[in-house]
């Protein structure tokens, strides 16, 4: 069982451009979360996906958006990066039968640097 | 909403030294209660869980937490640490029904000297 994986590892960008960020969940899983993780800083949620919709949000602008794949895997964008974008960021998956819980599993993340 | 607080930002310990490091929470409903772990460069590992029955939670690498609930708490202790504890730790909350969404703490950063 591979985990979660994440792609690319690391990633500069300058500001202004944008972004995609890739996920592909845990064997068995069929749903995505994504955090933001800042230097010195606990995970942030960002937004959750399950049955190719948005189901949770946190407090992120609309720059951010996501999008799931009918194979589960995920995609993270970010439009128009501020330097303030800069983070790890962390895809965890999990499966929510019934809609009850499931542990997420994290994967290594991807190194977002904004120039 | 739910929020989380480390107490500790760092906490140094040496080798064998037994070491607990605090965690509160707050929140207007039931919660289910997590530790996790970062190593230098990775993801987070889950180190143990609370989601209901004995307060006690044992987890991997000889750590256990303890849930207070009068006291809001969730405290995570180890015995004897040895210097591959190296790392930061985080404490996070979910709402005990309903959406997966975690919310974490600062974190702290335990360094183990020999």
């Known amino acids: 069982d591979a985990g979660v994986t994440q792609s690319p590892t690391h990633l500069i960008k300058t500001r202004g451009q944008q972004v995609t960020l890739r996920c592909s969940p845990k064997?068995?899983?069929?749903?995505v979360s994504w955090y933001q993780q800042a230097l010195g800083q606990g995970p942030q949620f960002i937004f959750q996906?399950?049955?190719?919709?948005?189901?949770q949000r946190g407090n992120f602008p609309d720059r951010f958006s996501g999008h799931q794949f009918p194979n589960y895997s995920s995609e993270l964008n970010v439009n128009a990066l501020l330097l303030g974008d800069s983070a790890l960021y962390l895809c965890?998956?999990?499966?929510?039968?019934?809609?009850?819980?499931?542990?997420?599993?994290f994967g290594p993340g991807t190194r977002l640097t904004v120039l | 909403a739910q929020s989380v607080t480390q107490l500790d930002s760092q906490v140094p310990v040496f080798e064998e030294a037994p070491v607990e490091l605090r965690c509160n929470y707050s929140s207007s409903v039931s919660v289910y209660l997590f530790w996790y772990v970062q190593y230098p460069n990775q993801g987070l590992q889950l180190l143990l869980k609370?989601?209901?029955?004995?307060?006690l939670v044992k987890g991997i690498n000889g750590f256990e937490a303890e849930f207070n609930k009068s006291q809001t708490s969730f405290h995570l202790r180890k015995p004897s640490v040895h210097i591959s504890d190296t790392a930061e730790y985080f404490c996070a909350v979910r709402r005990g029904q309903g959406a997966q969404k975690l919310v974490f703490g600062q974190g702290t950063r335990l360094t183990i000297n020999p």
């Open positions: 965890a998956s999990s499966w929510a039968p019934s809609g009850g819980w499931g542990e997420q599993f």
């Open positions: 996906y399950y049955e190719e919709e948005e189901r």
């Open positions: 609370y989601l209901s029955g004995s307060t």
């Open positions: 064997s068995g899983h069929d749903t």
